[in-house]
Structures are given as structure tokens and as C-alpha cells.
């Protein structure tokens, strides 16, 4: 079952208790209050590795945050106050003292939205309720408080409209007419099943098959192979000894099949930068070996992905590994500075232009994947022998077809010695090939 950490202030929590009942049949939630700002950093390290998710009371416990971490490591999501009940609470506070202006109305979280929650367009610009730009750091509760208080003492409001519970008994201590906002219960309940949807999507992800096809390089007759998979066997053991992410370990004739998942892939690849596996064998070992990774959805078909993926390793110049992910893409030599993210989807516009351009989908594929790792149209053929593993002899031929063609151009020579041949600067442009051929 999902597990749910709900990180809020005390006062906040409150509102919410019934969702434990609520979505017992879907989740466990375990309810995590804090008093003052300071506490959520702590809170959530020591928190979030045992739950699927966090969910957070409110935008100013996740801005906290975002200031703290660079990523948050584990799926974070917070209710929101929707148009819906802002508009419903001001109705209601409307309904209640008819005479109040709006103009004479602090609400502390309306700065948080560009329009000031749609008012911008219905209220002119006298009559717009006070809001300020707040710093999220410690110490915002007493900030905000001392703002409240000093608009009243000033004379300046009627009413103080806030999102922190933490300063509502304070407000009331200082005399402060004051409404505490928190999203409807329709509303948190929509937006924490939407949470809940979003974290079985995710953990059906996490849960998908993965394979692993390993293969020895370089095998000289039957002896050499058993003796070198007692070896590679042995060492897998090990391995998995130190992460026990591997589920099975199986020889498959010439070769080994490993099974994980793809949240242990993720793991052992850095997401899917550099494989873990291949370097402690490849260290271990006497002699090297190819990894190819899959993912599908079906066992049959990520055994299929991995077997198209340990071709692409063994064609490497180094032994090396591969992964094909779900949605057909490609990414390897994993842990090369030459490593390529590209799809091997069959798509119609790179059809049309392989049959234009007489170069294979999936070379345009690569190059278009070299170009996006370059950040830069403009390649040499060395640039593109390198990350796609050919000779120079290779390389000028596609270069010197993709200028015949029209989709490059040569913009100059770079001299990189002083002597020694130039080398040629070819700049690649496939969407302005593709506009003057549809024109």
C-alpha cells in the first residue's frame, strides 16, 4: 500500500485528520506537525526515505523547502487554496459584513499569484486588498504577525484574511478580526486522490521488469567461455552480496540474464548515466563484458529491449553498456563522455527526411542526439565520429552527403595546430532543409 508522510503545521493538521479514514482503503497517511519553519528541513530528511510520497499543508512549506534542496529526492506535492475557495470564503465574509471594503483587507498570501487571485480583474485598483512581498525564511511567522498588527494599530484594516494557522491565536489575542483560509474539504480531497493517482502511476513505473544481457568479450573455444562464466558468475554474486539489487542471476547459454526493477536500475545507472554493474565487473574480472539493459512493460518485451541493446554495446569499439527504456529511447555507452540519448521510434517527419537526405533514420537520429548533447548545430567530423563510434572516413561521407543534399554547409576551417591539415566546420540544419523542401 502507497505510504503518505503529511508534513504541516499543528494547527493545519487538524483540518485534515479525517483523511486517514478517508483514503485508508488507498494509502496509509502518517501525520507530521511542526511548530515553527526551522523544523520542515529537519522533518523531511529524517522522513521522507520511508514514505512513496510527502505531502506538504500549504505553497509556503514547499517554497521552504526548495530553498533547502537543490531536487527534492522523494515525490512532493502541496494542497493549494483553489480560485474556488478563495472565492467561496470571500462570498461568505461579504455575506457576513456587507459593508466591508475589500480596500480595507489584508490577506497575506495574495502576493503568491501574479493576478492576485483573478481580484485585479473585478476590484479596481483603490479598492484592492493590502498584500506584500514576503521573504520565506525563519522567522516569517513573526513577520507576518507584526504585519497584521501594524496595518490594525494603524487603522488602516478591518480584517485579517491568513493562510498561516500559526498566527491565528495570536491574531485573536491582539484583538485582530481574522479568517484562517485552509482548502475546502472537497478540495483536499480531490487534490490529495490526484496525489495518490500520481504516486501508483509512478510506482507501477518503478515496478516494471528490467533485464540485463551480459556477454564476455573476446571468447576463444567452449573451455575458455566455461571457465570465464564461473568467474563472471562468481563475481555477479558478489556484487550482489554488497547491493542485493540484482533478483535474479541466470546463465543463459553464451551468456548471463540479470532481473532487477527499474527503480533498482535507476539506482545502479545514476539514472541511466553510467552503469554501477559494468564497472565493478569490468574491474573484478581478467577480461571485459557488455551489458544491454531493457525496460518494457512485459517481461517478453524487455527481454527483447535488452537483447537490441547488448547488440548496440557489443558494436561499441569498448566494451560497454546500454539501456532501451519504455518509450524506445536509447541511451548509451553509459558512463562515456560519447553517450547518446535517442529514440529508436519510428518517426514520420525523420522518415521523410532519411528518404530525402538517403541517410538512415537512424543515423539522423543520432545526429540530431549528438547536437543536442553539443548544445551546437556546428560539428566536425571527428565530433560526430566520436560519438557515434565511426572512422573520420565514416563521418565525412555523412557530412559531405548532408551538404550535397542542402540540409549543411560548410562555415569555415578550424586550424587547431599550426600545422597539419584544417578541419571542416559543418553546420547542420534539418528544419530549414525540411521548410524549403515543403515549400
Known sequence: MIKIGFIAAHNSIEKVKKLKTLFQDQCEITFIP?????????????????????LLGGKLTMYFLQQEFTELPTQTFYLEITEGDFYKNLFAIQHQQKD??????YIDFLHEYPDSMGLQDVLGEDELPYSFECEYTEGIYERTFQRHLSLWRQGKIDLSITRFSNIVSRLNEA???NMFIFPSEASVLEQVQQFINELQISNLQDNQWAIGIITIENLKDQSDLD?????????????????????VIQKQHANFEIITSNAELKNLTNDFTNCSVIQYLNETLPFRVNIGWGIRTTLCQTKKAAQTAIKKAESNEIPCAYVIIDNEDVIGPLGSDSCLHYSNKIDPEIEQLSKTLEISNLYIQKIMAVIS?????????DDLAYHLGHTLRQSNRILNKLEEKGAAKT????????????????????RNYRQNKNH
Open 227 to 247: 571457465f570465464k562464466q564461473v568467474l563472471l558468475h562468481k563475481a555477479l554474486l558478489e556484487f550482489n552480496k554488497n547491493t542485493n539489487s540484482l533478483s
Open 175 to 177: 484583538g485582530i478580526p
Open 411 to 430: 562555415l569555415y576551417r578550424k586550424q587547431e595546430k599550426l600545422r597539419g591539415r584544417p578541419k571542416k566546420v559543418y553546420k547542420i540544419d534539418f
Open 34 to 54: 511542526y511548530q515553527e519553519i526551522k523544523e520542515i528541513k529537519d522533518l523531511y530528511e529524517q522522513n521522507h526515505l520511508f514514505y512513496d510520497g510527502i
Open 373 to 381: 548533447k553539443m548544445q551546437t548545430n556546428e560539428l566536425t567530423a
Open 100 to 105: 466591508l471594503s475589500f480596500s480595507r483587507v
